[in-house]
């Protein structure tokens, strides 16, 4: 197609608008009301140009082959300027001041030689400054809409609308009210969209908007250290504070969005109780002392532990926080330096089984298939998972997929996030996935659904799954899961019959007893329909929890592989690793974090270090960890604040955060990306990096690698999955996803596309019979507990509680039905205790018809509440992942000290 702008030919895409043609030929329009990443809306009128003798919004024209436009002419400026001073007309005189002199609106003005007194408007339509992360100057709204299809079009959750009438039309939430009484998720699009500063982020010493005064401002990009999703930041710093964090427009994952924990919830970083210096426990208190006495110190309980008990009696627990070349190091450092395997890190609390079980079924430990390709599929499979809530960028983009016609099929107990969006929704009793799996698959067999030439060709395993899945026909899945058979079998055709179908998981599958097997039995159906390994299906992909929970594993900081995967049972695997590290690497695989604290109640570990875990509030039967860390006689933690781990601890080393490292994180769809310090830590504080070089140094050994650029090159040389990779590179290129063998080729972000990574090439059907789960309730714990996230928060809220996100959810509540309310004589927001077999918990009774009866739920984001307490020590017969799907426990009204006396 070819548009000739002022003279100058251009080739815009089929579908283009007249503005994105004006655009390539380099000329430039006001556009109020657009944003390219919305619907365009041409109500501004400030775009206008000439085309086919007509006046036009460019906007919002099609440009067609050997269009013509004219954008140039005087006529033309002065209609565009009247357009933009009629806008400017109506707002208060301070609408182009210094205040908010860089929105767009100003820059426009500036442009145009409006002059800020143009700007004459009476205003006194007054302010909305309820939420902690948006206000609203309704005096310098114009209407454009922006923030309304912002929310709706990108963010997906239609928290804003336009009111009043004419001129006085003006945002508003669209339930009425303060904007913090609102629908509003915080996500900051609308702020990030509005061209005149009528919504801004309160306390942003910028001028607000993302075009902060150059001279000023330092911008630094860097990874987001929440959630795994991996969204690309941009943090603006001034006199070594955070200004403001802004979500990347060239950010991969996120394009140019962002959630309220990554764009938000930064406040923790000036806390004043971070931790700035070491504290070393004397006469049973925790008191500061140099880093010179807290590592000598470090050093001689190692040396004492490895002499009373050998090397297996240290163990570190690595960190899901911390970067890629941290957690290098520090397996390094238990290899090399103390001479054990007892590595392990918080995937073992979470996705231990995806590992397990993709690596089974498809032979590597990462999702299948890149998002950009799971975005187009036409059909999703979205099991145990609330993106919505627990990955908002992944579910904002996942939820735009479904509103445009996608089909989908939610698997979860719960009625929440893009449930309220599907075809189906199956509600499967908690610990009974296997069987619905089964059921599944049953059903895609049965009506022909199954790819039998891809069976043929590229899988193993058909006749042992086929023998089993006679066993599950819809009627007995429905009576062991619950979910009605006609659900079941409409799930199975919508998947079964879709041309590009795509599973998404994440930890309803896996947290269970039989975690592995649900992760082979969910792949099975990808198998069955040959929609792994092929154009015809965008596989199998977990979420993944912590920001760099993939990277942690892909690091070797794990029991049994070393970087890459390569089995420490394996000669060949060592001896690569031994080659580059000049030193022997044990073969004995090392303990997993349950087994850590075992051997530590046994009194059989002498030494546990755990970085940036805590490990007290996070982990199952809570009691019990702490029991363990009381047992151990040396316990080092590294933190930024003194968690409940901390607390027990006998050295607390005071760390630095994700906005202050320099390192990679690898996100849920193995993509490597930067992640660059924009603040120096506090104090003392510092990065996991240079802690474990301290004591290396302070134990003798010299763990080379001076810097993570040169830990990243080492590991490259360790394992051929990472050898392509380089800061250098990932700097030059961005993300880059793993297995990424050559420098020079790309990172393979579509996986088994020729075969799979099995021993065979095959892909392996699964055949595992569904088994009950650890938990069930009877007369005594009627009730099943499940646990997850909620959106303003993450993990043990150490990061998230120290930030505004306070003021948005201040409290762990546990989700009811009404009629167990009406059951067990609870009354919404009120106290509730919940008991289990292990513990006890107090938490605010909140009443939800997204729950059935006899199930309840609850995060852990606030340690005081005592939440895993309540959960066993049941764990996955494969990994030891926990089942904190599954707990059976009672609830009893009002807090647990009236709950013990009977009252
Ligand atoms: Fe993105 Fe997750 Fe960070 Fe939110 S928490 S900004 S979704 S990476």
Known sequence: MRVTVDGITVRPAQGASLLAAVRLAGAELPTLCHDDRLTPEGSCR????????????????????????????DALRALRREAVEVIVAALPPYALDGGVDDRELARVCHAMGIAPQAAQGRGGRGRDDSHPYVHLDRDLCIACGRCVRMCAEVQGTFALTLVGRGADT??????????????????????????????????????????????????TVTTCGYCGVGCSLEVLTREGQVAAVLPDHEGPVNRGHACVKGRFAHGFLRSPERLTRPLLRRDGRLEPVTWQEALEHVARGLRAAVAAGGPDAVAVISSARATNEENYLIQKFMRVAVGTNNIDNCSRLCHAPSAAGLTASFGLSGGTDTFDDVETADCLLLVGANPIEAHPVIGARLLQKVLRGARLVVADPRAVGLARYADVHLRPRPGTNVALFHGLAHTLWAEGLADEEFLRRRAGGLPELLALLADYPPDRVSALTGVPAEDLVAAARLYGR??????????????????????????NLAILRGAVGTARGFGVNPLRGQNNVQGASDMGALPDVLPGYGKVTDPLARSRAEDVWGAPVPGRPGMRIPEMFAAARAGALGALWIVGEDVCATDPDATRVAEALEACPLVVCQELFLSQTARRADVVLPAASWLEKDGTFVNFDRRFQRVRPALAPPGEAMTDFAVVHALASALGVDLGCRTPAEALAECGRVTPLFAGLSHERLDREGAIAWPCPDPR??????????????????????????????????????????????????????????????????????????????????????????????GRATLTASLSDDLVPGQVFCAFHFPSSGVNTLTSDHADTVTSCPEYKVTAVRLIPGPAAAARRGE
């Open 498 to 523: 879709a041309e590009r179908p795509a599973i998404i998981y994440g930890l309803g599958v896996t947290e269970h007893l039989h975690g592995t097997d649900g992760v082979r039995t969910l792949a």
């Open 46 to 73: 400030t775009c206008l140009v000439r085309s086919g003798g007509n006046v036009v919004a460019a906007c919002v024209t099609p440009a067609v082959d050997g269009t013509v436009v004219e954008v140039a002419g």
């Open 745 to 838: 080729g790309p990172g393979e972000a579509r996986l088994h596309r020729e075969r799979f990574a099995t021993p065979d090439g095959r892909a392996h059907l699964a055949a595992c019979p569904y088994l009950p789960p650890g938990e069930n309730p009877d007369d005594h714990y009627p009730v099943i507990l499940v646990t997850g996230r909620r959106w303003a928060h993450y993990n043990s809220g150490g990061m998230t509680r120290r930030t505004g996100n306070i003021l948005l959810d201040d409290t762990d509540r546990l989700d009811l039905h009404p009629a167990d309310a009406a059951r067990y004589g609870l009354r919404d927001g009120h106290p509730v205790t919940v008991e289990s077999r292990h």
């Open 170 to 219: 003006v945002v508003a939430p669209g339930t009425g009210g303060p904007w913090a009484q609102s629908d509003c998720v915080a996500c900051g699009g609308c702020v990030d969209t509005c061209p005149t500063g009528a919504l801004t982020e309160p306390g942003l010493p910028l001028g607000g908007g993302t075009a902060a005064p150059a001279r000023t401002v330092t911008r």
